[in-house]
């Protein structure tokens, strides 16, 4: 029946027709290479030297910006920093990781009201963003716009790793990157072409994150149930034993993300948050 059908049309409509079928075949099949890359997805660390074309750069940066923003205003900026000089500067901010200093391109992706302040104050409104509502509104457009970026980058072939340190040490981040009132960093990532390929982390199953209609909470039976495959995978046994704990969690509690550094970290994100306007 197709082919009769297909006899039928004239030789300009049947080029209408392949012309639509390739382009759904091309839609799909970005899709599904999407969809590929980010389950393959892992963080990279080490670079190559070869560099990031500022074309590749601002083509990305420019597709992110269709990512979902409050109000439609982008409440978000993004400090790019290639040169030698000013990796070493703010590498302190964040533990003196090596990516920072060996990676092409860093980026610290900001919450800003600033520019939307300025551009209210210069068309009659009367802005009023310098409150914590505003902080979160515009530090969630920011991560939304940091994630499709990643997201785009690594289907381009690059690798990227977020560096959680930026809110750790954010006064130090201001000051080097001499970011104004109502402008707060709250992700940076590394970027380049990768020179390795680490085995992925694990993930928790995904029943362990989903709740339906109501938040069901965690029995002792359930967090076994959910956490058995990662307490039980090698490296992480190895890592339990390397740190001479008893437990995985102990891990994470008593050496990595200790109560008092959680808290003398707290005090400095306040003070930042209140030296930027939005406390």
């Known amino acids: 029946i197709t082919i009769v059908v297909f006899r039928k049309l004239t030789t300009a409509k049947l080029r209408i027709v392949f012309l639509i079928l390739k382009h759904l075949l091309n839609f799909v099949e970005t899709k599904l290479l999407a969809m590929e890359t980010i389950n393959s997805r892992r963080t990279i660390r080490r670079y190559s030297q070869e560099d990031v074309s500022d074309d590749l750069l601002r083509e990305l940066l420019s597709v992110a910006e269709r990512t979902p923003t409050m109000g439609n205003l982008q409440l978000y900026s993004v400090v790019i920093t290639r040169s030698p000089e000013m ?5 302190p901010a964040h533990f003196n990781q090596p990516m920072v200093t060996e990676a092409p391109v860093v980026l610290t992706f ?35 716009y940091c994630q499709t970026f990643c997201n785009l980058a690594e289907e381009r072939g690059l690798g990227t790793c977020f560096l959680g340190t930026t809110i750790y040490s954010p006064k130090a981040l201001i000051d080097t990157l001499k970011l104004p009132r109502l402008v707060m960093p709250v992700a940076t990532i590394t970027l380049g072409w990768a020179a390795e390929t680490p085995e992925q982390t694990d993930r928790l199953p995904l029943k362990s994150i989903i709740h339906y209609e ?27 034993e390397l740190n001479k704990k008893e437990t995985l969690a102990q891990v994470y509690t008593d050496i990595r993300y200790t109560k008092k550094d959680n808290e003398a970290m707290s005090v400095g994100l306040l003070e930042a948050l209140k030296q930027q306007g939005f406390l």
């Open 87 to 91: 990796k070493k500067k703010i590498a």
């Open 110 to 144: 900001c919450a800003d009201y600033h520019r939307t302040t300025s551009w209210a104050t210069q068309r009659k409104g009367t802005p009023g963003y310098d409150n914590f509502l505003s902080f979160l509104n515009a530090a969630t457009d920011a991560l939304l």
């Open 214 to 240: 109501t938040y069901n909470d965690y029995t002792p039976e359930r967090i076994d149930e959910f956490y058995m495959q990662k307490e039980n995978l090698k490296e992480n046994k190895d890592f339990v």
